[in-house]
């Protein structure tokens, strides 16, 4: 089944501490985004990718970090800049724009849950 | 202003009830309009897309008014699995780039 699947499920990390949340997509999507959502604060981008080798900031790159190597590949690394690391975080991923069919959703994975202790 | 504005709620309604969201958007250039669904710590996924003139899939119906720059949803019947925060998102093209802005979303619980 096509999906995009993302680890771990659940982190801890300690104060000071980089990690890195996977996220793979096996639907030959060119578009890839990595989104933070905060209780009340609905999902904010944080960066984005539209082909290999490219990526933008988003609203709030600020202490993230990304790569885009592998079309199937979107790895996210929260680096001990990031002031205030614990939430939830979603990746997602958009076909090219030029398919027809395309309505223009994102297809999510399951999110990764950072805590930091 | 948020680009993306929604009633939080919590709407408690009792099963059966019909029951109505609300989103206004302040980017006149968005392009494209969707509701999600989120479920409690789960990842958001499409209820369905909006278009311009109305659409219907069972018992939501989505209405959009680009004059006022505003998105309704309407929830028939509710059922007690309706119940999950409902997100108004919209999204534009730019430089090939799809912008993709959500609303904070707008928690729905229906009662027994």
């Known amino acids: 089944d096509g999906g995009i699947t993302q680890s771990p499920k659940y982190l801890f990390r300690k104060e000071g501490q980089n990690v890195t949340l996977s996220c793979e997509q096996n639907?030959?999507?060119?578009?890839m985004y990595w989104y933070r959502q905060d209780p009340g604060q609905g999902l904010r981008l944080i960066y984005y990718?539209?082909?290999?080798?490219?990526?933008q900031k988003g609203d709030i790159a600020e202490g993230y970090s990304v790569s885009r190597e592998k079309k199937e590949s979107f790895p996210l690394t929260v680096t001990s800049a990031q002031k205030n690391p614990t939430a939830f975080y979603l990746c997602?991923?958009?076909?090219?724009?030029?398919?027809?069919?395309?309505?223009?959703?994102?297809?999510f994975g399951e999110g990764s849950r950072l805590t930091v202790l | 202003r948020k680009e993306v504005e929604q009633d939080p709620g919590p709407f408690n309604v009792p099963e059966g009830a019909t029951v109505a969201f609300n989103c206004t958007y302040s980017?006149?250039?968005?392009?494209?309009f969707f509701w999600y669904r989120q479920d409690c710590r789960k990842e958001p996924k499409l209820l369905m897309s909006?278009?311009?003139s109305g659409n219907e899939d069972g018992r939501f119906t989505a209405q959009l008014n680009r004059a006022s720059q505003y998105i309704s949803l309407l929830i028939r019947d509710s059922k007690l699995s309706d119940s999950a925060t409902y997100l108004c998102?919209?999204?534009?093209?730019?430089?090939?780039?799809?912008?993709?802005?959500f609303g904070t979303g707008t928690k729905l619980q229906v009662i027994p």
């Open positions: 997602a991923s958009s076909p090219p724009l030029r398919l027809a069919v395309y309505t223009g959703e994102l297809f």
């Open positions: 639907l030959n999507h060119d578009a």
């Open positions: 990718s539209q082909i290999v080798n490219d990526f």
């Open positions: 980017n006149s250039a968005s392009q494209s």
């Open positions: 909006v278009y311009s």
């Open positions: 998102v919209v999204s534009h093209y730019s430089g090939g780039y799809q912008k993709v802005t």
